[in-house]
């Protein structure tokens, strides 16, 4: 009884975890933690001889829930059967030939051809029913929309978000959303998008990894695999698709080839979870059937984890843009996979409570896929680990939220620097202080890191040099090269401090003129009031409003006199003699997005209170197009080039016309 009530608890836990990864992209549990739970379920199973409907051992997949077309397979897709044992490997292969290949961590999508042109895509779905994402594939970076074989053909592969691409899409997010979590789960949501420009934007690659059906209506038109996998790879990759990476095995080189694979994982730019082992003969293949869930032709293989025992040193509580505080394990280093590792993520209070953890704690670690460390089992479980009531960046009060059974610890200070990782980027930008040396990326794991409370404290680096030295990508030299950037920008001119602070609607252009009515004296213009801004010409009620605001709030008064110990304000050679009817005559378009106005309508009063025009499209008429993308293909963009009118950045605009 005990068992059977084990059985149905192992069932609820691993498909509310399935659900949660593959329908909500969220991680309830490790992939150590799941296998081990299924490996336990299977156990039992065995022993009790029984399974449960909804045993994630007998099902394939869930519900599919998009607004895509949904359609039905013609044939069901199974899972694989999986093993962590060479031996296993070497067992099943027997006496027959084999290849072995990457497992892919990404999305499976079939393919239909039908004289030679790419009629449907379809996901795997729950394996009976996917969606229909046609117009998707058609954008992914290396899927032939064309192809020699004039016949029907059916292909499976995997579509996937290289490490490298996944990595800057990450480093450009700016909002408040937070950053993907995997390469896979970006994949999915790529694929799958209703709007395919987005998935174009995404960079997602296909590897074809089994052909399912290949006919002609012309018999002399059909190609001679010779019964072999190999000779299906080959003739598909003659086609113009790139297929999985693979290698024949038989039972002799089976370890020392399973050894290869896992020595490319370190350089490999794409996510994979494992191997597939498939046998070379398709007829006897297809002679040994399926199982209620695997075919047998065909097993996984799961990377068996490298754990290592190590001790908890301390738990530091990372603060992201996005107002998330998520625990990070610190523990004495230890060699996983060829890597010293001492860190580990939590992801979130509650996987960080469901392992009890308390300094000094017994823990075992490994390396997900060979790739990412994490934290398999608490030995110990003294579960001594506090939850923090203040922000580490802001030191204001946090707060748990619970959302689908999962509790995170957030930071309610909504002015919290973590949350304004871009005020900072800003403020380093080469029109403001011009800071040079640090990207968005390590700005944020300096602020994680508590190196960075607040705008000032970037003057003040040198207090954690050693531990910025060691920070992935710097060393001596870069950090060097950083403070001497930062000391570069003790000196700047008034009219770019004012625009480094980034008050909302006033862009360097705005600061400059603020500055220069006010003969650049800094109490005049920290202290200006609403009517003696709005006289100023180029300047209306709505700047001059959020100007106020922002000096008149106590915590930019702090911000502003605590730069002002650190700079030193520079004259900037400009006087009151300066122009603001540059632009007589002159007609510009403005197109794309904007960095330094708030929005085309406040660059277009710019430009109009300087004597200029400007028009909604591109003609013989026009003087400047004014985009920050020049190379985009934009019918704009097009135009302008055909008519060889001037296409200006917005620094270039304001360098000529300011």
């Known amino acids: 009884m005990e068992k059977k009530r084990r059985m149905q608890e192992l069932v609820a836990l691993l498909n509310k975890a399935s659900k949660a990864y593959y329908q909500d992209a969220q991680e309830i549990m490790s992939n150590y933690e799941y296998d081990s739970l299924y490996d336990e379920l299977e156990q039992l199973e065995q022993e009790l001889g029984m399974h449960l409907s909804n045993s994630p051992t007998r099902t394939v997949g869930y519900e599919v829930l998009s607004e895509l077309p949904k359609e039905q397979h013609p044939t069901r897709m199974l899972s694989l059967d999986k093993t962590k044992s060479v031996e296993t490997l070497e067992s099943w292969i027997d006496i027959h030939d084999g290849l072995l290949s990457w497992k892919m961590d990404g999305l499976t999508i079939v393919l239909t051809y039908e004289q030679g042109r790419l009629v449907k895509a379809v996901t795997r ?3 009976e029913v996917g969606e229909v994402v046609t117009n998707n594939v058609k954008v992914f970076k290396n899927i032939p929309l064309r192809i020699p074989f004039q016949g029907h053909l059916v292909l499976r592969g995997e579509a996937v978000i290289k490490y490298s691409d ?19 789960n970006l994949c999915s949501g790529s694929v799958r998008q209703l709007n395919n420009k987005i998935t174009a934007e995404r960079n997602v690659y296909f590897f074809a990894f089994a052909l399912v059906e290949c006919s002609s209506a012309e018999q002399n038109e059909n190609p001679d695999f010779h019964n072999t996998r190999e000779e299906q790879f080959n003739w598909l990759e003659e086609q113009g698709f790139e297929v999985v990476e693979r290698k024949a095995v038989t039972r002799r080189n089976m370890a020392e080839t399973v050894t290869w694979f896992a020595q490319q994982i370190e350089k490999n730019d794409f996510p994979s979870d494992g191997l597939v082992l498939i046998l070379n003969d398709i007829a006897y293949g297809k002679s040994l059937g399926t199982t209620a869930k695997y075919p047998r032709d065909a097993i996984a293989y799961k990377w068996k984890d490298e754990t290592a025992q190590t001790k908890l040193l301390e738990v530091e509580w990372s603060a992201s843009r996005t107002g998330l505080i998520n625990p990070v394990a610190v523990f004495e280093p230890v060699d996983l996979e060829g890597t010293k590792v001492s860190r580990a993520s939590l992801h979130n209070i509650s996987i960080m409570e469901e392992l009890e953890l308390g300094i000094g704690d017994e823990i075992t670690v490994y390396k997900a896929n060979m790739i990412i460390p994490q934290i398999a089992e608490n030995k110990t479980r003294s579960g001594m680990l506090a939850i923090p009531e203040k922000c580490p960046v802001c030191l204001e009060k946090t707060t748990i939220s619970e959302e689908n059974n999962v509790k995170v610890l957030l930071c309610s200070n909504p002015d919290c620097l973590a949350k304004k990782v871009k005020s900072l980027v800003h403020f380093m930008s080469r029109n403001a202080m011009n800071v040079e040396g640090l990207s968005e990326a390590t700005v944020e794991k300096m602020i994680d890191r508590g190196f960075i409370h607040e705008l000032a404290d970037l003057f003040h680096l040198e207090r954690y040099k050693e531990e910025i030295i060691e920070m992935e990508g710097f060393g001596e030299k870069s950090y060097s090269n950083m403070q001497h950037s930062i000391e570069k920008a003790r000196n700047v001119t008034l009219a770019k401090f004012i625009y480094s602070l980034g008050i909302a609607n006033v862009g360097l252009s705005t600061a400059k003129l603020i500055c220069t009515t006010m003969h650049n004296e800094v109490n005049k213009v920290l202290s200006a009031t609403k009517e003696q801004l709005v ?45 603001n009817h540059n632009m007589d005559g002159l007609t510009f378009v403005i197109t794309g997005s904007l960095n330094e106005f708030t929005n085309r309508k406040a660059m277009q009063e710019y430009i109009e209170q300087r004597g200029g025009k400007v028009t909604g499209s591109v003609s013989s008429k026009t003087n400047y197009l004014i985009n920050n993308d020049n190379m985009s293909a934009s019918t704009k963009n097009k135009k302008a080039k055909e008519l060889e009118i001037p296409i200006l950045t917005e620094a270039e605009f304001l360098e000529r016309f300011s």
Do not use: C, H, W
């Open 535 to 579: 006289a100023i010409d180029g300047i209306g009620e709505v700047i001059a409003d959020t100007y106020i605001a922002f000096m008149k709030k106590k915590e930019n008064q702090r911000l502003i006199q605590d730069l002002l110990e650190e700079i030193t304000i520079t004259d900037d050679g400009m006087g009151k003699t300066e122009t």
């Open 125 to 127: 779905g729950n394996g």
């Open 166 to 184: 996944f990595e800057k899409m990450n480093e450009a997010i700016a909002d408040s959303n937070a950053k993907y979590k995997n390469p896979r």
